[in-house]
T-cell receptor
Framework: QQPVQSPQAVILREGEDAVINCSSS?????VHWYRQKHGEAPVFLMILLKGGEQKGHEKISASFNEKKQQSSLYLTASQLSYSGTYFCGTESQDNYGQNFVFGPGTRLSVLP | EAGVTQFPSHSVIEKGQTVTLRCDPISGHDNLYWYRRVMGKEIKFLLH????????ESGMPNNRFLAERTGGTYSTLKVQPAELEDSGVYFC??????????FGPGTRLTVL
C-alpha cells in the first residue's frame, strides 16, 4: 500500500522550519526521501534503514521510527531552493526488494 | 480514474536476451518518465517524454536501452541485450503539467 504523507502542502518563509511525515501500514525495511522541483526529475536525498536511523544532509535531516512505521523529514532554516515536492518511498519488510512504493508527495513552497 | 499501469509486473530473462517493458500513463498526461531502482540503491532517473518527444534522456545508462512513446500514449522501454546489472525495478510515472508525478507499481526485472 502507498504510504501516507502529511501535510499535503506547506508554505514557509525563508528561514523557517518544516517537518514532513511519512507513515505506512506495513512493517518497513527502508524509507527513501526524494525532492522534485517543478519540471525536473526527483532528486535523491537519503535512505534510512530499519534500526531507527537518523541522517542529515546539510540542513535537511530525517528520522525513521521502525516501530511506528514512520519517517519524518526535517527541513531547518529553509532556503528558497528547498521549494519542490518531497516524496517518501517505502520498502516493506515482508517482501524486501520487491515492494517499493512512493508516497503521494508533499508540496513545499518557500517564500522570500 | 485508472492510475499508471506497468506491464509485466515481473520479468525473468537470461543474460543476452531482450525484454520490453510497457507503461500506460494516466489518460491525458503528456509527461511520462522512466526510472530504475537497482537493488539496495536509490531510484535513478532514466528519461522524460513530453508527448512522443524525448525531453531528457540524460539518465539512460547506455545504448542497450531504447525507449519509445509512439503517438504520445503508452511507452515501451526495451533492453537489448540484457546484462546482469540491468536487474532492478523499473518505474514509470506520468504527469499532466510538469509537476506532480503519479508513479506506477513498477516492473521487476531479473536478469540471470
Amino acid at each position: 500500500q502507498q504510504p501516507v504523507q502529511s501535510p499535503q502542502a506547506v508554505i514557509l518563509r525563508e528561514g523557517e522550519d518544516a517537518v514532513i511525515n511519512c507513515s505506512s501500514s506495513k512493517a518497513l525495511y527502508s524509507v527513501h526521501w526524494y525532492r522534485q522541483k517543478h519540471g525536473e526529475a526527483p532528486v535523491f536525498l537519503m535512505i534510512l534503514l530499519k534500526g531507527g536511523e537518523q541522517k542529515g544532509h546539510e540542513k535537511i535531516s530525517a528520522s525513521f521510527n521502525e516501530k511506528k512505521q514512520q519517517s519524518s523529514l526535517y527541513l531547518t532554516a529553509s532556503q528558497l531552493s528547498y521549494s519542490g515536492t518531497y516524496f517518501c518511498g517505502t520498502e516493506s519488510q515482508d517482501n524486501y526488494g520487491q515492494n517499493f512504493v512512493f508516497g503521494p508527495g508533499t508540496r513545499l513552497s518557500v517564500l522570500p | 480514474e485508472a492510475g499508471v499501469t506497468q506491464f509485466p509486473s515481473h520479468s525473468v530473462i537470461e543474460k543476452g536476451q531482450t525484454v520490453t517493458l510497457r507503461c500506460d500513463p494516466i489518460s491525458g498526461h503528456d509527461n511520462l518518465y522512466w526510472y530504475r531502482r537497482v537493488m539496495g540503491k536509490e531510484i535513478k532517473f532514466l528519461l522524460h517524454f513530453v508527448k512522443e518527444s524525448k525531453q531528457d534522456e540524460s539518465g539512460m545508462p547506455n545504448n542497450r536501452f531504447l525507449a519509445e512513446r509512439t503517438g504520445g500514449t503508452y511507452s515501451t522501454l526495451k533492453v537489448q541485450p540484457a546484462e546482469l546489472e540491468d536487474s532492478g525495478v523499473y518505474f514509470c510515472a506520468s504527469s499532466f503539467s510538469r509537476d506532480e508525478q503519479f508513479f506506477g507499481p513498477g516492473t521487476r526485472l531479473t536478469v540471470l
